[in-house]
């Protein structure tokens, strides 16, 4: 589908990444060698979107074991390399799910197959999610093209928080493989994308790849939402999720809640995109269970990009330096906002029955 991946394998089998923290302006890719540079990839948001640091945290393992088995180390090299990326990010849960994919590979491994297997497992984890988006989108096209039918093939306005886009997958992405589908089936699109403050996933990568895609776009500040639903000017909502509980309550950006209540007061529908992968079937109560992250408040003080006057990228102040900032990285938007839940196996209810119904051996 698309001219690149955002991890793939080098030559020499390592992993090499984009720097997401230089796009728009600047292509930088970073190899990855040691299992410290996948978590730091993670921490630092070289990478982010849940399925990408999932694939990352499963190659981080497979370095540990290539490391382990290169260089000697004790047994217990491997636990410290499951520690360290498990502590990397608290809120994605496919950061957990796939570490514990690649504890199960690896399990009963002998020493001289560690390598090949962690290895296998880690690509598996990689090809799984490129056809699980690709079929978000097969599920998820007809919703637009049920809109674009009611618009008499009018172009339907779609409105999208942070990056849940192929920047934060594999390949593309989870909203955005209904849209390239629907692109690529000629409907009329136009996708309104929230800057997504503090850090402007949607400014800097989602904005990047629909330009990429040739997807008509328009950036707007996080506040402007309610104003275009007012108006008539939003057909749909569709956001990602970094994890969602059985009963359907979603964890994304900080932000998407109050895109869900606009949503909701206009009669507009509210969709969530994710792979199974996101799905946390452990908890139920989003609000209460699901840990949100709280990043450095200097994402908030300080703004990121490539100065007008320089050309190079800068951090600019935005407020009193001695004033202190909050940055809680994501929200939960309960069920109850969300019109239905768009996965690979199909468009489901956001409710324990509805999950259920597509998911039942979960039950
Ligand atoms: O902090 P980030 O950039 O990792 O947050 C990402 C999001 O909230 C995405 O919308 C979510 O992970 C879905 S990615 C397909």
């Not at 997401?20 to 796009?23: A, D």
């Not at 935005?318 to 330096?321: D, H």
């Given at each position: 589908m698309s001219a690149f991946r955002t991890i793939w394998p080098t030559e020499d089998r390592y992993v090499e990444v984009i720097d997401?923290?230089?796009?728009p302006h600047e292509w930088v890719v970073v190899k990855l060698k040691t299992y410290t540079d996948a978590e730091k990839a993670i921490k630092d948001m070289i990478v982010r979107g849940a399925p990408l640091i999932g694939a990352t945290a499963a190659y981080g393992i497979y370095l540990a074991a290539r490391e382990m088995t290169e260089q000697g180390h004790e047994p217990v090299f491997m636990d410290e390399a499951f520690n360290a990326l498990r502590n990397s990010r608290p809120t994605a849960v496919n950061l957990f799910w796939a570490l514990d994919k690649m504890r199960n590979a690896l399990k009963d491994c002998p020493a001289s197959e560690l390598v090949e297997t962690a290895w296998n497992a880690a690509e598996d984890i990689v090809k799984e999610d490129i056809e699980t988006c690709r079929m978000i989108g097969v599920h998820g096209l007809p919703l637009i093209e049920a809109i674009a039918a009611k618009k008499q093939g009018e172009t339907v306005n779609i409105l999208t928080h942070c990056n849940a886009g192929m920047l934060g997958c594999i390949e593309w992405g989870t909203i955005t493989s209904p849209i390239y589908q629907a692109v690529e089936k000629g409907l009329k699109v136009h996708v309104w994308v929230d800057e997504t403050r503090p850090r402007n996933q949607g400014a800097n990568l989602t904005c990047y790849e629909l330009t990429r895609h040739g997807v008509h776009h328009t950036l707007i500040v996080d506040n402007t939402g309610g104003h275009l639903m007012q108006h008539g000017m939003v057909d749909l909502v569709i956001v990602g999720t970094d994890r969602t509980t059985r009963k359907g309550d979603v964890a994304n950006k900080i932000g998407t809640y109050l895109k869900a209540l606009a949503a909701n007061d206009n009669n507009i529908p509210f969709y969530v995109a994710l792979p199974s992968t996101t799905l946390d079937w452990t908890i139920s109560d989003g609000l209460r269970e699901i840990p949100i992250e709280e990043r450095n408040q200097d994402e908030v003080k300080y703004v990121v990009g490539k100065s007008r006057r320089s050309g190079i990228m800068d951090e600019v102040l935005?407020?009193?330096?001695t004033t202190k900032a909050s940055n809680y990285g994501f929200d939960v938007t309960p069920a109850r906002l969300v019109t239905a839940l768009i996965t690979e196996r199909g468009v489901c209810p956001a409710t324990e029955e509805g999950l259920l119904s597509l998911f039942p051996e979960h039950a």
């Open positions: 997401q923290r230089q796009l935005v407020c009193p330096e």
